[in-house]
């Protein structure tokens, strides 16, 4: 069963940081990009930062580049999401989610297969 559990959410005040993290079990880590995206009220989900788990790739959206970095540890099969300087519009329930390299944009959300129960990050003026 594939699993994807995501912690370190919670509230902060403009300017801070936090730092989420994702542990999957259940499917071969290492051959599926690992991606973050969020959700805010009324609004789609979208992707924040992607990592190929093969090779250590990485791809950001323009409005967290400079702020977030993504990585990972291979061996706990874990990726993190270090935000900083975080912003109130950086306030949503962010995901974690696991989907096998194809064409086309890398943080389209149809193409990742499994996905977190999501957490959720605040962000106070």
């Known amino acids: 069963e594939v699993q994807l559990v995501e912690s370190g959410g919670g509230s902060v005040q403009a300017g801070g940081s936090l730092r989420l993290s994702c542990a999957a079990s259940?499917?071969?880590?290492?051959?599926?990009?690992m991606g973050w995206f969020r959700q805010a009220p009324g609004k789609e989900r979208e992707g924040v930062a992607t990592i190929y788990a093969g090779g250590g790739w990485t791809y950001y959206v323009d409005s967290v580049k400079g702020r977030f970095t993504i990585s990972q540890d291979n061996a706990k099969n874990t990726v993190y999401l270090q935000m900083n300087s975080l912003k109130p519009e950086d306030t949503a329930m962010y995901y974690c989610?696991?989907?096998?390299?194809?064409?086309?944009?890398?943080?389209?959300?149809?193409?990742?297969?499994?996905w977190g129960q999501g957490t959720l990050v605040a962000v106070s003026s």
């Open positions: 989610a696991a989907g096998p390299r194809t064409s086309g944009y890398v943080l389209d959300p149809t193409k990742y297969n499994y």
């Open positions: 259940g499917y071969t880590y290492s051959r599926y990009y």
